[in-house]
């Protein structure tokens, strides 16, 4: 799993913190359970736990769960040529995680374990007519939009975007 820069990390740090604090802020107003203080007390602490301990978490966590998803069933003449962890939005805001797999053939996600989606996603490489780097949240530089003739869209989050893409680009 590719790790955090200072920049990202405070980026995830205020994306996280500050809605939780406006959220507590929000049900002190309306139904005077918090005092400010309290309010104050617990965003810190959120804070910090999510904008500092979740990435150090997850840093440890995905190697071991990425090295459970299984390699998905192939052709005889299908090789992997390029592997990594990756996340596919189903819908607008339902990222699945799991492994991305490109092959001589196809690009194939398989989610891991721990999704509501156990199916794996299969694009036939002659299907693809657009590869689009994109941004995760319209901040992070780490996604990739695919386009297939069907004017199918699979966006995809990647630990190394333009590897990515210059592996689909080949």
Known sequence: MKKLNFKQRIIFVLLSGIPYGIVLMLLNYFFDLYTIKSVL????????LFGIGFPFVMEKLAPKMLSKVKNPEM????NIIYEDGANLFSGTWVAVGGKLFLTNK??????HKYNFQKEETSIN????TEVIKRKTSRIMDNGLR???KDNEKYDLVLNDRDEWFKQLEK
């Open 125 to 128: 490489l002659g299907d693809i």
């Open 146 to 148: 695919i386009v297939t």
């Open 41 to 48: 007390y617990q965003t810190l602490f959120f804070t910090i």
């Open 106 to 111: 196809r690009l194939i996600f398989n989610p």
């Open 75 to 78: 052709e005889e003449d299908e």
